[in-house]
């Protein structure tokens, strides 16, 4: 609901759109859009049904869109990084480097490549031996769960293995360079003051965490992966007490991106939060003019 509302306040605005940052935001809130709605969908049908998911048609779309929505979503964080890098250390070039033409280039490549490693995740799924209508033991279709059915190409989790490590890699690195960056351009600018520069550390920082949470998905499934492997010492298709106790942590983790997201991005805005005042004002008023113009 609140991405929903964003979302809205910011299509309405003209002074909002045209702003790099915040076609970055809408963006996100996109991406971020799809991945709960499939998320939701597909962990409330299991709740309700008492059932696990079937590998099958249904299950193939919940993993192709969950993968597009987590990649998508990690490169437009990361773009809004580069973005906040060139306004700050390069803003006399501001314009000239980050025109309408690249900042849409750089959306559809987002886009395109998620949706290109997702088509390729789901092609390996089919190349193996895996027949549809067996159960997958979760209530998501994602790797690490879809890689305990028997029949799964080996390529499948190769790729995913070397997938993540790069895009984790890349996308860490451009997060950390650009805003190391910021901070000492912040520095450079209060030392002839002999000033600290606390508030750009704290909103640094406060990024930096916002990013990592980002990455919790990743980060709980590589942890389920390595605690299976060494701690539970199973390989069963049956799921040990606490195996299910950390696969309902890990369903809680995925949904906690989409909802903290708006909330760091958008609302935490000074102009977002007038634009959402003033947006909410006006629905208020459209029901008053509504009756005044019943009543006459």
Known sequence: ???????TAL???DGLSWQPRYTLLKNLIASDLLLSLALSSTVLRCLLTRHTLVFGVWCLVQFSVYSTGVLCSLFTLTLMAVERFIFICHGLHYITILTSR???LAIALTWVLS??????????LLSGQTSFGRAV???????????KLPGIHWAKK???MVTIFIILLSCILTFSISY??????????????HSDNSRARHTIGFYFFMFFLQLLPIMGNIARLVLRKTIFMTSSDHLSPPERIML??????????????????GIRNVEVRHKLAQLFRLQQRRPEEETCCSLF
Request: charged letters at 15%; hydrophobic letters at 50%; a positive charge.
């Open 137 to 147: 033991p979760g209530l998501l279709c994602e790797s690490i769960c879809l890689g």
């Open 248 to 265: 309902l942590s890990v369903v809680v983790v995925f949904m906690v991106p989409p909802c903290i997201n708006p909330l760091a991005y």
């Open 180 to 193: 190391r960056r910021m901070y000492q351009a912040a520095r450079r600018a209060v030392e002839p003051f």
């Open 11 to 13: 299509k309405s605005s």
């Open 158 to 160: 190769n790729f995913d």
């Open 115 to 124: 949706g290109t490693i997702a088509a390729v995740q789901v092609g390996l």
């Open 1 to 7: 609901m609140i991405n929903s509302y964003l979302l």
């Open 102 to 104: 690249r900042l849409r």
